[in-house]
């Protein structure tokens, strides 16, 4: 391992007291490896929240970084108070990895051309403007997957926007998957509304029953008919059973059942 040149790392570790930052892959790493000329790495540390902890903040963590022989590091965290947890990102930039996991709201941004896949979480709801700047940063995404329980605080001044001057249409032109079975109805109306959301043809979805049957009023309503006749492959999780409505609602698309 000393006489590693290049380095590339990608990892998810929980640890009890401290986050991974620039000290320890400093003297963990670098020191150890001599020989290294290029290190690339992105790594999420969760850390249990216990009584009143203490964390310190991105500025802090950006610090350590200080002097770092590499590209330019970028470091954020979040707190999650319901699952009682805390997560600290660093990464290398520019990012060279496929896949970018966890996002929430306090993604900084930035441009990431290989990225294919990208999962969103947060305990804070996720607003039209998040998801459009998701798409930017994130241009040549494929599959995009989804976890949030929380409803949008402004979806009403949209829907009261009868003309919907203020709303930027969203375009994803490279999704070929998208996970949006464990989220509030609100995230569903985000990408089958045509007016939010655009679409290219032969999606593959995967999607709560009952949420759907919701959110496209008992697969009857025209505001998000465009989108969901887009889409080749359904995946329908829940208690869901056939009818003409629903393959009609769908005419291009294999629908597919699961129980949780």
């Not at 896949?117 to 989804?146: A, C, G, M, N, Y």
């Not at 079975?181 to 999606?203: A, G």
Request: hydrophobic letters at 35%; aromatic letters at 18%; proline letters at 3%.
């Amino acid at each position: 391992m000393s006489n590693l040149e290049e380095l590339g790392l990608c990892l998810t570790v929980y640890v009890k007291k401290t986050f991974i930052d620039g000290n320890h892959l400093k003297t963990k790493i670098i020191k150890q490896m001599t020989r290294l000329n290029q290190f690339t790495f992105f790594i999420r540390s969760f850390i249990n929240i216990f009584n009143e902890m203490s964390f310190p903040s991105t500025e802090d963590i950006q610090q350590t970084f200080i002097d770092f022989p590499f590209n330019k590091m970028i470091s954020y965290f979040n707190n999650f108070a319901d699952r009682k947890q805390s997560q600290c990102y660093i990464y290398s930039y520019p990012f060279l990895t496929r896949y970018y996991t966890g996002i929430t709201n306090n993604f900084p941004g930035g441009l990431f051309e290989h990225v294919r896949s990208v999962s969103l979480f947060d305990e804070q709801p996720f607003e039209h403007e998040f998801f459009l700047r998701i798409q930017k940063s994130f241009p040549f995404i494929e599959e995009l997957s989804l976890v949030n329980g929380k409803p949008q605080n402004r979806k009403q001044s949209y829907e009261s926007n009868s003309n919907n001057q203020t709303l930027s249409l969203i375009e994803y032109f490279f999704l070929k998957k998208l996970y949006i079975s464990n989220v509030h109805d609100d995230y569903i109306e985000q990408f089958l509304f045509h007016i939010k959301t655009y679409l290219q043809n032969n999606i593959i979805v995967y999607v709560d029953y009952e949420s759907l049957q919701r959110v496209t009023h008992n697969f009857t309503r025209d505001s998000t008919r465009t989108n969901c006749a887009k889409i080749s492959k359904l995946h329908l999780w829940g208690q869901g059973k056939r009818s003409n409505s629903l393959e009609e609602y769908f005419p291009y698309a294999k629908i597919c059942y699961g129980i949780y």
